[in-house]
């Protein structure tokens, strides 16, 4: 049988439809990182060490030059990986220090993977070059540009670029071209800004509730400037722990592993701590993030109703967000741990170390799935290409129940008939349906922001700081059924056995791999992108 082991996914084993996508739509050449880099006088700054004038970008301003962003990123604990999709291997060099790697073209992506001494707890991964490059986290400092609803001007960042689809600047390229345009804090919406933590099984290891034993450590450079900076961080946590989880926890302090200690075992937590942007909008007053039921959320292609100009179809499993309620933990005046936004006002002028999933997961997730599912268990799906361009993200159209194919929500989750499966013609040659995971049920997106001041000894001294990520595992860990009874073959009139390639053994098909030999690789000069996070 072929198994085409076409697009490993950097992060967690397996590539995701969009990385997909981007193989098939990305020229070949050498590339360039680019960053937003410190402007003026700034406070406790994390910063890059190779940005150069005039933007303060990293790297030198040619598209022949390797040079990744680094030194915001402490990179002690962590290994990046060179990769190439097309089988998994590694290739090549990264210099932690400078920056620099072996050239990558289409088809090469990166892995950062992150240690607990010798245990690997989580693999960070950004987008395939030339969207974007090693290490998958770099900091913007002073981004004056058009920061939406009164955020920071300051970020965490996914190191990946722009083009003109993006942007709508017919300058914006990508970093197969000799002006790549950077993603910083005031990038578009859905321009890829989010940095992806695949947590990794050791992080659950041994636990059969509760808090994880192994967190996840990233650590950052940082100097002391006079003040405090707000940094918000881009990021998503998937679950890839081979557990179900109940939520999660996010900790800010120094040092790793059983050295860590938070903010306020240090004493430091007015000049380092964590906020959920309460009383924060520098143009209002107000809050910075949406209400609580925007603070971690999963996919809206799948739970959210329509949001014009953003949005314009409902979730494909719930018209409303999926979404865990998040507090942070704050001190009162005799030193007890109370949640900040329940007890305490106002609850964004307290320094916190900690913030947290405060409650359940919602309903609309947990009446179809149960707890947050693993990556193990993920639901199949069929998915259709609307608009016949394998260029763009497919729509998910059914998904396996465990019983039966149901549609979606708006379909009033009625079955798939018999007759339309087999009009499908699903993994079918020349079908515009595939069946696939439906990966974006792993992955929660958090937002929040840290504060770094100077905590270091004064002025100018340098320092580091760690940001903690914990899974908390659930009490229940059943199996889901669609696992317990898996999908039954799917009625389809093409001639070849399986529906074609698959990655890894696995059964999952890639209906790119095909598209292009027979395109002839003719895919490869475009570059639109449906999806981006």
């Not at 290994?79 to 932690?96: A, M, R």
């Not at 659950?204 to 808090?211: F, I, L, M, N």
């Not at 014009?308 to 018209?319: I, K, M, Q, T, V």
Request: charged residues 15%.
């Amino acid at each position: 049988m072929l198994v085409c082991n076409y697009y490993h996914y950097y992060v967690g084993g397996r590539m995701n439809e969009l990385q997909k996508k981007t193989l098939t739509i990305l020229s070949a050449t050498m590339s360039l990182a680019l960053t937003f880099g410190a402007s003026g006088a700034m406070a406790g700054v994390v910063d890059n060490n190779n940005n150069s004038a005039p933007l303060g970008a990293c790297g030198a301003a040619n598209a022949a030059d390797t040079v990744a962003c680094v030194g915001a990123w402490n990179l002690d604990n962590v290994q990046v990986d060179l990769i190439h999709l097309i089988d998994g291997s590694t290739f090549g060099t990264f210099d932690p220090g400078t920056g620099s790697y072996t050239q990558m073209v289409v088809g090469d992506s990166f892995v950062s993977k992150v240690y607990s001494g010798s245990t690997l707890t989580a693999k960070v991964g950004g987008k395939v070059w030339p969207v974007g490059e090693p290490t998958a986290i770099k900091a913007v400092n002073g981004d004056t540009g058009t920061v939406a609803s009164g955020k920071p001007e300051n970020c965490l960042i996914n190191t990946s670029y722009l083009d003109s689809t993006d942007t709508g600047d017919v300058n914006a390229a990508y970093l197969d071209t000799a002006n790549p345009q950077p993603v910083i804090c005031s990038s578009p919406f859905q321009s890829h800004k989010r940095f992806k933590i695949a947590m990794q099984p050791a992080t659950t290891a041994g636990v059969t509730s509760g808090d994880g034993q192994q967190p996840i450590d990233l650590v950052f450079n940082t100097t002391d400037n006079g003040s405090i900076t707000p940094y918000e961080v881009f990021s998503k946590i998937n679950n890839y722990t081979d557990k179900r989880l109940s939520g999660y926890k996010i900790e800010v302090g120094v040092g790793t592993g059983t050295n860590f200690k938070t903010a306020t075992d240090l004493g430091i937590s007015n000049q380092l701590y964590l906020s959920l942007g309460i009383g924060e909008n520098t143009k209002t007053g107000g809050d910075v993030f949406p209400g609580i039921d925007g603070l971690a959320t999963f996919s809206h292609g799948l739970f959210g109703a329509i949001d014009l100009p953003h949005f314009a179809n409902e979730g494909f499993f719930s018209n409303t967000t999926a979404y865990y309620p998040v507090d942070a933990q704050c001190s009162t005046a005799a030193g007890v741990v109370v949640p900040c936004l329940s007890t305490l006002t106002p609850a964004g002028q307290q320094f916190s170390d900690t913030i947290y999933s405060s409650g359940v997961l919602s309903s609309n997730y947990t009446s179809l799935f149960g707890a947050w599912l693993p990556s193990i268990w993920e639901p199949k799906g069929i998915f259709y290409d609307d608009d016949n361009n394998p260029t763009t993200d497919p729509k998910l159209v059914a998904w396996w129940n465990g019983t039966e194919w149901q549609k979606g929500q708006i379909d009033g989750f009625v079955p798939v008939t018999s007759a339309e499966l087999t009009s499908w013609n699903v993994n079918g040659a020349g079908s515009l349906y595939t069946e696939d995971v439906i990966e974006d049920v792993l992955n929660l997106g958090i937002d929040y922001i840290v504060h770094v001041g100077d905590f270091n000894g004064g002025s100018g001294a340098p320092g580091k700081f760690t940001v903690r990520s914990i899974s908390v595992v659930a009490a229940d860990q059943t199996k889901p059924v669609w696992v317990v009874d898996p999908a039954p073959t799917l009625p389809t009139t093409s001639s070849s056995s399986g529906g074609g390639c698959t990655i890894g053994g696995d059964g999952h098909f890639d209906p790119i791999f095909p598209a292009l030999l027979l395109a002839g690789l003719g895919f490869f000069g475009l570059r639109r992108f449906s999806r981006k996070s």
